[in-house]
């Protein structure tokens, strides 16, 4: 039995080192030379592989850095200092900007989805989304499965009452939730102020159905729009909706986003 | 040496006994990589070698050092050893010769180790007791059917570009469905040898 146990060891070590030996030969021979900048770029990079910027891998988008100027901002998930490091190695200025945040457009909570059928399938929302308007009478909002919750890769969404809560503190704006929502309710928007107004609902039906089914979304009655004076918001397809670059305005948003009947336009 | 026995073992495992279509082994590389004609060629390339080198290797390490140290049963983990050293080799190569082909393959060429065609090939070399030459023999035919299964894959799929597929058939769906077609048309194969 030892004598067994020794020739296993023994013959494995044998396979083992011929192998790495000629792997290490062939390692030396066949050695793809790399531009070194890439991965001194690299280093600085989040290494998450969150795909916001464009490219497969953060090691792909350091290499279109480095050989194809590509903007280094287009990395939504750089902190502060990584950001201020790779542009200092890559001789680029800042030129300002400011953190992209997700903003989920539907108020309804678990109480204020009407139910239209039962639904019970697949619990997701892509799945819900698939069968009529997922058992909900809101074929606009949101079904509260957390697809968005489990596509995020920092796990900065929580659906909390059925609805998804951002924690500002985690999220990178990387827009994994945006894509992940079936219905597009999650837009990702600049935050360029100390707070962002937005219209918490994707609801294109009139005032009353809105009223019947939900009585949190935008009923379109265009006060928002009538006290705006400089277009802070404006209506589109019964639906208002914020214009985010001219939210400078805080105090006049806040005014407005007080008088709005159903409370549906929200800060963040 | 029969060469008749060696063109049947190349036809068997090349069509008729297609490691893809009928025994559904590699069925993930199968589904990843036949978007382009081009990248399944030369993944179908890749595994080529890998099988071949692999029936090759396995045969001789197999019989001329586990057998005679009665170690049969650490068949799997060397080769898998085998196996997963001659990837590593394959990928510095293609890494070399063709950056535009690693960038297409990504993560199926690492994965070519983890394909369970070449796991399965060298385990259904030992298990059929084949000599030397008709083991690699088996591992090239093996090789050029998983290319063949890839290639006319990617072909299809080449051409169901312009089809217009159902919404909920769109991506996998349509792929899978294809897939079994194209199995059920291999089994045409079947009685072209018997045994």
């Known amino acids: ?268 | 040496m029969n060469v008749e026995q060696i063109i049947l073992i190349f036809v068997a495992a090349s069509v008729t006994n297609n490691f893809v279509l009928t025994y559904f082994l590699g069925i993930c590389p199968f589904i990843g990589v036949s978007n382009k004609v081009e990248s399944a060629v030369g993944l179908g390339v890749a595994t080529t070698f890998v099988m071949t080198m692999a029936a090759t290797f396995t045969w001789l390490i197999y019989h001329y050092i586990l057998v005679p140290n009665g170690l049969v049963f650490l068949q799997y983990v060397t080769f898998i050893i085998v196996i997963a050293s001659f990837v590593q080799f394959v990928e510095m190569v293609i890494r070399k010769i063709s950056p535009a082909l690693y960038k297409a393959l990504g993560i199926f060429l690492p994965l070519i180790t983890t394909n369970c065609a070449i796991l399965g090939l060298t385990l259904f070399m030992v298990l059929r007791d084949y000599t030397f030459i008709e083991a690699v023999i088996f591992g090239l035919g093996a090789g050029v059917g998983f290319t063949l299964a890839l290639v006319l894959m990617a072909g299809i799929r080449e051409e169901l570009e312009f089809a217009d597929v159902p919404d909920s058939l769109k991506g996998a769906g349509i792929t899978l469905i294809l897939a079994g077609m194209l199995a059920l048309s291999f089994m045409g194969f079947g009685g072209l040898i018997s045994g």
């Open chain 1, 1 to 268: 039995m030892e004598n067994l146990a020794l020739t296993a060891v023994l013959s494995m070590a044998f396979l083992a080192f011929f192998f790495a030996g000629v792997l290490a030969f062939a390692h030396k021979k066949l050695k793809v030379e790399e531009d070194p900048r890439v991965l001194e770029v690299y280093e600085f990079l989040p290494h998450v592989n969150c795909g916001a910027c464009g490219h497969v891998s953060c090691h792909d988008f350091a290499e279109s850095l480095i050989l194809s100027d590509e903007d280094p901002l287009k990395c939504r998930v750089l902190g502060e200092d990584a950001r201020e490091k790779i542009l200092d190695y890559l001789g680029k200025e800042d030129n300002g900007s400011f953190p992209f945040l997700p903003l989920v457009r539907c108020s309804a909570g678990k109480d204020k989805k009407k139910p239209a059928a039962d639904y019970s399938g697949i619990r997701t929302c892509r799945g819900a989304a698939l069968v009529f308007s997922g058992g909900m009478e809101c074929e606009y909002g949101c079904m509260g499965f957390g697809d968005c919750e489990k596509a995020c890769p920092f796990g900065a969404i929580k659906m909390v009452d059925a609805l998804p809560v951002i924690e500002k503190e985690k999220c990178t704006g990387c827009a994994k939730c945006a894509a992940a929502c079936p219905r597009g309710i999650i837009d990702i928007a600049e935050k360029k102020f100390d707070k962002l107004y937005y219209v918490a609902c994707s609801s294109r039906d009139g005032a009353l159905r809105v009223r019947q089914i939900c009585g949190v979304g935008c009923i379109a009655c265009g006060i928002c729009e009538k006290l705006s004076k400089e277009g802070l918001f404006v209506m589109k397809d019964a639906l208002s909706r914020e214009v985010v670059s001219k939210q400078g305005k805080q105090e006049e948003a806040a005014n407005i986003a007080s008088k709005c009947p159903t409370k549906v336009i929200k800060d963040i």
